[in-house]
Antibody
Framework: QVQLQESGPGLVKPSGTLSLTCAVSGDSISSSDWWTWIRQPPGKGLEWIGEIYHSGSTNYNPSLKSRVTISIDKSKNQFSLRLTSVTAADTAVYFC??????????????WGRGTLVTVSS | QSVLTQPPSVSGAPGQRVTISCTGSSSNIGAGYDVHWYQQLPGTAPKLLIY???NRPSGVPDRFSGSKSVTSASLAITGLQAEDEAVYYCQSYDNSLSVWVFGRGTKLTVL
């Protein structure tokens, strides 16, 4: 079955750049339309960060848009998140997820386990 | 503050029925966007529980059901079991913010 696995540094310094990768296994990344990143600060709720289509088109949360870049590498069957100028407020568990989209709906039907990223000096 | 409002907590005894509400507005649920529900067990990733208002993915027990009205939705859980203790999130799309939105989550305690 299709599985997602996040990887990347667990600690990032303030003002630095957070970089994470999500490896897709069990199927081609091109078999599904949209791939996303979602984060959850400790003890808090879920926040959608952005998404990428297998063609490379992207959509970002306006609140993060100036700092976020999501990219895809079909040769490695993975997609990545880059978040610049991080602060303590960016400390969170970061999940990658598959987004299934139809006319009036979009839902996240497959999730990675998540990876905790702490912003601290 | 989330655009989808959920109660912070609900509780029920084993075997009972509980419902969790999710209230939106004219720019999300009221605009016709479907509502989806997720279950997050402690220390794990969210799991899709209900999609498109009232559909269960394969493997989700029929004790879980969803419904949607004009600007709100509900998740119902019947025959409560200890393993249902988790945080439940509703999710939809908001066309004024142009984002996929989640409720703040409701913690279900099985007494």
């Amino acid at each position: 079955q299709v599985q997602l696995q996040e990887s990347g540094p667990g600690l990032v310094k303030p003002s630095g750049t957070l970089s994470l990768t999500c490896a897709v296994s069990g199927d081609s990344i091109s078999s599904s339309d949209w791939w996303t990143w979602i984060r959850q600060p400790p003890g808090k709720g879920l926040e959608w960060i952005g998404e990428i289509y297998h063609s490379g088109s992207t959509n970002y949360n306006p609140s993060l848009k100036s700092r976020v870049t999501i990219s895809i590498d079909k040769s490695k069957n993975q997609f990545s998140l880059r978040l610049t100028s991080v602060t303590a407020a960016d400390t969170a568990v970061y999940f990658c997820a598959r987004l299934t989209v139809q006319v009036s709906l979009g839902y996240f039907d497959l999730w990675g386990r998540g990876t905790l990223v702490t912003v601290s000096s | 503050q989330s655009v989808l409002t959920q109660p912070p907590s609900v509780s029920g005894a084993p075997g009972q029925r509980v419902t969790i509400s999710c209230t939106g507005s004219s720019s999300n649920i009221g605009a016709g966007y479907d509502v989806h529900w997720y279950q997050q067990l402690p220390g794990t990733a969210p799991k899709l529980l209900i999609y498109a208002n009232n559909n269960r993915p394969s493997g989700v027990p029929d004790r879980f059901s969803g419904s949607k009205s004009v600007t709100s939705a509900s998740l119902a859980i019947t025959g409560l079991q200890a393993e249902d203790e988790a945080v439940y999130y509703c999710q939809s799309y908001d066309n004024s913010l142009s984002v996929w939105v989640f409720g703040r989550g409701t913690k279900l305690t099985v007494l």
